[in-house]
């Protein structure tokens, strides 16, 4: 259930990133989204993404910490 949950939520973050590109909160939520399926360097970068867009959207900094890629990486 988790797995089809998951799948669901990044079909509809990346559906929604199409309408909205500079949504910082959406790339942040993909970004989670993508961390929990394991695929932390895609995550990572809509974590820098949202950074760019909003720099003080501290979430996304904490997210990007804890995909263990190199912080200043693009």
Not at 13 to 25: D, F, G, I, S, T
Not at 27 to 47: C, I, P, R, S, W
Not at 64 to 74: E, I, P, V
């Amino acid at each position: 259930r988790l797995s089809y949950d998951l799948e669901s939520a990044l079909q509809s973050y990346r559906r929604v990133l199409k309408e909205m590109p500079a949504n910082a909160e959406v790339h942040n939520n993909l970004g989670v989204a993508l961390l929990m399926q394991g695929d932390a360097d895609e995550a990572a970068k809509h974590f820098r993404r949202a950074r760019e867009l909003k720099p003080d959207l501290s979430e996304a900094t904490e997210n990007l910490r804890k995909t263990g890629t190199n912080y200043f990486r693009r």
